[in-house]
């Protein structure tokens, strides 16, 4: 049987491909070259498939930058950044392109991110990709040095954090917070019940805890500034009993004496925490998710609150199964 050539490889008789593969590492693009190259911006209307829509979000997500941040003490990190940024597109475009996005962002690498920067790029993007809607997230993990709680020891908690910045097109810009704070939560009925048994039949039972989660979303009060290290300190004087990293024995024992002054059903934590943002005069809002991951139970115990201003955040959210830690 006669073989048949093929488009991109050559044949086992021999037979050289139809199309010639090759890379030219010696071209180099003039200025006359790219003016030439097809721009997708430019297609007719009928190119756009589908329905003649717009999109409310299109753009980038999870692209990494090593990106500078300030601590509250004035020191200068540099963390690891995933950032997704979007743009809205009317109905008689095809697209937008993508790597103006991403550019708006090299141009200000080596910047120190505040609330300002934020709204500063988004206005970049708006005028790059020519757009009246702008969305941006930065998500990273910030390290601080936190005391063990008898021996001395220090360690590096780390915790996941989000700025993320909105400008619509009435000019309004808006920045939120977004912080996960991983605590213990002792269950106050298993620490009765335990209690009891030991009462009533002499009988020793450990009642039961589990690791748990607080997701905080707040905005801030225009011209008022909050840092991680205050949402941080709120969440830690709402729920007491955050995890620790550098243990001795010393620690472990009072981390469970902590435990035991501080039990907490998930509806405890979510009153807890809003107790201390309400108080903030720099929050202007938030949402307090709060995830219990059972160690009775083969299900988690969860609860929404939000602090219930007009127009604002609400108590809506179902993802629980991200608040997993």
């Known amino acids: 049987m006669k073989k048949k050539s093929m488009y991109l490889h050559r044949t086992a008789g021999g037979a050289e491909p139809r199309i010639k593969r090759s890379y030219d590492t010696r071209f180099r693009a003039s200025a006359a070259y790219r003016a030439s190259i097809p721009d997708m911006m430019e297609a007719a209307h009928d190119a756009i498939q589908g329905a003649h829509v717009p999109i409310q979000q299109v753009g980038v997500s999870n692209f990494k930058l090593p990106l500078r941040f300030r601590t509250k003490k004035g020191r200068i990190l540099t963390l690891e950044t995933s950032i997704t940024g979007t743009v809205s597109l009317e109905a008689e475009l095809k697209g937008i392109n993508m790597s103006r996005i991403v550019r708006s962002f090299y141009e200000h690498k080596n910047d120190v991110i505040t609330g300002e920067w934020m709204g500063k790029i988004l206005k970049a993007y708006l005028r790059n990709v020519e757009s009246k809607d702008a969305r941006l997230k930065l998500s990273f993990s910030y390290p601080m040095l936190q005391p063990s709680l008898r021996s001395g020891l220090e360690g590096f908690q780390f915790y996941r954090v989000a700025f993320e910045g909105v400008m619509t097109r009435d000019g309004q810009y808006r920045r939120f917070i977004h912080f996960d704070f991983v605590y213990s939560s002792a269950c106050p009925c298993s620490a009765e019940l335990a209690e009891h048994a030991r009462d009533q039949r002499g009988a020793y039972s450990v009642p039961h805890s589990q690791r748990s989660k607080a997701r905080v979303t707040l905005e801030e009060v ?51 925490l809003y107790r201390e943002f309400d ?6 809002d938030f949402q307090i998710l709060c995830s219990h991951l059972e160690s009775l139970h083969s299900h988690d115990a969860v609860s929404v609150i939000c602090k219930g201003v007009k127009g604002g955040f609400k108590a809506d959210f179902m993802d629980f199964g991200s608040l997993v830690c």
């Open 222 to 272: 225009e011209g008022k500034k909050i840092w991680i290290e205050d949402v941080q300190a709120l969440c830690l004087r709402a729920l007491r009993t955050e995890t620790q990293v550098m243990v001795k024995r010393e620690d472990e024992q009072a981390f469970a004496e902590l435990n035991g002054a501080h039990l907490k059903f998930v509806e405890d934590a979510a009153r807890l």
């Open 279 to 284: 108080a903030d005069k720099r929050i202007r």
